[in-house]
């Protein structure tokens, strides 16, 4: 190792310090794995990448770790003790020494009845089994947030793509109306509003390029990967699948992890009860051994059991807590299931409203604003319609492009929700790689 010096010659411990901590900080920054820059290019790849490296995912099997360790806690049987007694010694008289002693040397467990031991052992492994279940259930919500988030990062992208086709089209609406203004035959004024447009449209485009940049980042964020955006995902916002019926579905909220919780809990409390209930019987402790009498140098071999009383009425408190909570779920689950109908209704509701909308605004609104602003274009060439009326025109296009890009999304929200409650996982399925323009 270097040896540092300071002016004056002398070794300086505060150089060294500083050496070693720059030393380590460089070892764990190495020692650091760096961010995953694997192209993220469809729901699945998002997908995928979340299932392998979400650290939430990953810290579940602790969890499972731990519920097995209990597992094997609860089948652990009494442990033997063994115990030494020395009666008659350090009396008064003649007790005072060890020659009228009697020393013991015991051992002895606990007789564990009422089948005690397979009761906490199959109370334990219940409640490992709700572990992996709220483990399923995590895992599901992931999924739903990773679709999520991959929808937002598309909408964003469409919506980008708009302002770059509105920033396009206020700029060559700038330029006409300068070549008109330079021939006289519009008023300076016009000029100054159409710089104005352009300029709003500049800014649209780069809000529209900063939101996507933030929406990509928090996508990214579920498997720690590159925050950096590398480039679009694909995926077809108007692809728009069909959903069964609020009947049919409503069948299928039997696969909602919060319904299924319900009946692991149930056989939780069931297993609590038994074992409960076998606290009723008294458990028996034995020992054996052999006594040294040194009065007269004798062996005696020793045998001792004992029970303990009243264990009935100190059970019944346990047992009448467990019946309480068993019985109490039977409500829960009917409040929880009512909530879900609810929800399931009213997200079905959303998404036949939003695919309807966006079925109105494709067929009908789109294309007559579409052609609305041509005719507006021509008009105003021809020095038939203002500039005002180009830019209202223009602008009314686009809005109502940006209002289906919403609607859109606001489908696949509708539908990731109705997946969730009726325990569907977003892998099942993937949006379509065909990106399309409203």
Request: glycine share 4%; proline share 4%.
């Amino acid at each position: 190792m270097p040896i540092f010096f300071d002016p004056c010659g002398r070794r300086s411990p505060f150089l060294l310090v500083i050496f070693i901590l720059l030393f380590a900080f460089k070892s764990f920054a190495q020692s650091s794995p760096p961010p995953d820059t694997r192209p993220v290019t469809s729901l699945r790849d998002a997908l995928s990448r979340a299932l392998e490296a979400n650290p939430n995912l990953r810290g579940q099997r602790f969890a499972v770790s731990a519920a097995d360790a209990r597992v094997d806690q609860a089948a652990l049987r009494p442990p033997l003790e063994l115990g030494v007694d020395a009666e008659n010694i350090l009396g008064t008289n003649r007790l005072s020494t060890f020659d009228d002693s009697e020393i013991s040397l015991r051992l002895g467990t606990v007789l564990e009845l009422g089948g005690k031991r397979g009761r906490r052992i199959e109370s334990a492994r219940t409640e490992r089994d709700l572990i992996q279940m709220q483990n399923e259930a995590e895992r599901l919500d992931l999924l739903a947030e990773v679709a999520r988030r991959f929808i937002r990062v598309a909408m964003l992208q469409e919506e980008l793509d708009l302002a770059a086709r509105r920033l396009d089209l206020a700029n060559r609406t700038l330029q006409s109306v300068e070549q008109r203004v330079s021939a006289a035959r519009s008023p300076l004024l016009d000029s100054r509003n159409a710089a104005i447009s352009a300029s709003r449209a500049e800014i649209e485009h780069r809000q529209a390029q900063s939101a996507v940049r933030q929406a990509w980042a928090q996508l990214s964020s579920l498997w720690g990967g590159d925050t950096a955006y590398r480039g679009k995902v694909m995926a077809d916002l108007f692809a728009m699948p069909a959903v069964g019926n609020f009947s049919a579905l409503s069948v299928m909220l039997e696969r909602n992890p919060d319904i299924l919780r319900f009946a692991s809990e149930r056989r939780i409390q069931d297993a609590r009860l038994r074992l409960a209930q076998s606290l009723r019987t008294p458990d028996v402790t034995i020992s054996a051994g052999i006594k040294r009498l040194q009065a007269d140098r004798s062996n005696a071999f020793m045998l001792s059991a004992s029970i303990p009383l009243g264990t009935a009425s100190r059970a019944a408190p346990y047992i009448s807590e467990t019946q309480s909570v068993r019985n109490g779920l039977q409500y829960r689950e009917q409040a929880v299931r009512s909530e879900l109908m609810g929800t399931l209704f009213v997200a079905l509701e959303q998404l036949d409203q939003s695919k309807g909308e966006v079925e109105t605004l494709l067929s009908e609104a789109i294309p007559q604003a579409d052609e609305a602003q041509k005719l507006a274009l021509d008009g105003y060439n021809v020095g038939r319609f203002s500039l005002l009326e180009l830019i209202t025109a223009q602008q009314q296009l686009t809005d109502l492009q940006r209002q289906a890009i919403d609607a859109a999304a606001s489908f696949h929200e509708s539908l990731l929700e109705v997946e969730r409650l009726t325990g569907s996982s977003a892998a099942d399925r993937d949006l379509s790689s065909n990106a399309g323009n409203p």
